[in-house]
């Protein structure tokens, strides 16, 4: 049963809402998935408390929502993989969300990915970081690390020159 057409946008694409018979097919494939585990945790290597977690990078073309669980599940087991409890509850409410905690969407556009190989909303960043700046005081402190930064390492021609067009290019379009 189709609820009436609602739909969930999960990586970029969009999944159908459907109910009821998705509780046994999220239990069969959970089942099946489980049978094929790993050793160890694929995150951090443990051996202990192992399921199976969803890939986050399954093509939104087989994957469903079960609306009881307020989960998406695949339809297929070879898109499970294995991830040790708190590795698995880490990715469910930390890498799966699809908004940062400010409510903007992680777009390609709107998301770098940090050391740790988090990600990192560009529109928090840019507002934390004009509000930090907007301090004279730090506006100058940080002017002054970039000018000695620059000073120890001299921009080489080329990107000098795409630097110059990055900038062109974002007068146009009114970005800064
Ligand atoms: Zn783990
Ligand atoms: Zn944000």
Redesign the pocket.
């Known amino acids: 049963m189709r609820l009436d057409g609602s739909q969930m946008r999960h990586h970029g694409a969009k999944v159908g809402l459907m109910a009821n018979t998705t509780t046994n097919e999220y239990a069969r494939v959970h089942y099946a998935a489980r049978k094929m585990l790993g050793a160890?945790?694929?995150?951090?290597?443990?051996t202990e408390a192992l399921e199976a977690a969803l890939r986050p990078t399954t093509p939104a073309a087989r994957l469903r929502m079960a609306p009881e669980m307020n989960a998406l599940y695949s339809i297929d087991p070879i898109d499970y993989f294995t991830?040790?409890?708190?590795?698995?509850r880490r990715l469910d409410f930390v890498e799966l969300r699809t908004h940062c905690r400010r409510g903007h969407e992680y777009t390609p556009r709107n998301t770098s990915i940090k050391y740790d190989g988090s990600r990192r909303c560009l529109t928090c960043h840019r507002e934390n970081e004009a509000r930090r700046l907007a301090d004279p005081k730090v506006r100058e402190a940080k002017n002054a690390a970039d000018r000695e930064y620059r000073r120890r390492n001299p921009m080489a021609p080329e990107q000098r020159a795409r630097k110059v067009a990055l900038q062109r290019l974002r007068r146009k379009r009114g970005s800064i």
């Open positions: 160890s945790c694929e995150a951090c290597g443990s991830l040790c409890v708190p590795c698995h």
